[in-house]
């Protein structure tokens, strides 16, 4: 009996909720539609528009904006409205200072036919004349290729010759130094640098002797009379 009783009370509650959750969509359908109505029989007023009547800013007061009081809105009003605008069409033409900057500016950016000619054939000219110097330069350039090419293998020759003298010395050292110490030195070595300074010293000694034995020789020898003439 009391679980019949709890399935009547549970079938009951469910029925309340269920008319309670159409009434909130009842209610929210009729306020959508409420809305949409007033906003279609919504009637605003129409803008006054003044149009026999020009708006002409008053310059002198505070409140006018600083680029309604410019030379370019008087303009501006003079081309809507003509004379009713109230404007002096005198006062619109520029000043002689920018009729002059007008006119410059005119000339610089769109120069007459005939300047654009000359314009156009010096640049021309200018071109060719880069052109034909970059030519003989090139030209000068290759007729001297032959000898750069020979001066650069007679140097490269050189530098390979002097490096293999200068390998083929350092081995001949280094000989006469195993042959003075008995073993073999390290080139890096004190003794090794002080043999090398040493016959160093004695090729320069020698050299000297050589140049002034010459010279002696030369001083010397008897000097040929010229042959007598017959």
């Known amino acids: 009996m009391a679980a019949s009783m709890l399935c009547k009370r549970t079938a009951m509650l469910c029925r ?9 969509t009842v209610l929210s359908a ?24 020009p708006y002409v800013p008053d310059k002198d007061s505070e409140k006018t904006p600083e680029w309604q009081k410019t030379a370019k809105y008087d303009r501006k009003l003079f081309g809507r409205y003509g004379s009713a605008s109230g404007i002096d069409p005198a006062s619109l033409w520029p000043s002689h200072e920018q009729l002059d900057k007008i006119i410059a500016e ?27 110097a970059k030519e003989r330069l090139l030209a000068a350039n290759m007729a001297k290729m032959p000898k750069m090419v020979a001066d650069w293998r007679k140097e490269k020759r050189e530098t390979k010759q002097k490096l293999k003298e200068e390998k ?5 050292l280094l000989a006469e130094a195993r042959e003075r110490f008995g073993y073999a030195v390290d080139p890096r070595s004190p003794k090794f640098l002080e043999m090398v300074a040493e016959i160093e010293k004695e ?3 020698k050299k000297k002797l050589m140049k002034r034995r010459l010279k002696e020789e030369q001083v010397v020898a008897p000097v040929t009379p010229p042959a007598a003439s017959s």
Request: net charge positive; hydrophobic share 30%; with cysteine.
């Open 30 to 53: 009729n306020s959508q539609s409420g809305f949409l109505l007033q906003a279609a029989s919504y009637n605003p007023r129409p803008l006054k528009l003044n149009l026999h009547e």
């Open 16 to 24: 309340t909720l269920k008319g309670l959750s159409c009434s909130k």
């Open 168 to 172: 083929a010395r350092r081995a001949k």
């Open 106 to 132: 005119e000339r610089e950016w769109h120069p007459p036919l005939e300047v654009m000619l000359k314009n156009i054939e010096a640049r021309e000219k200018q071109e060719t004349e880069k052109r034909l």
């Open 203 to 205: 090729e320069k000694k």
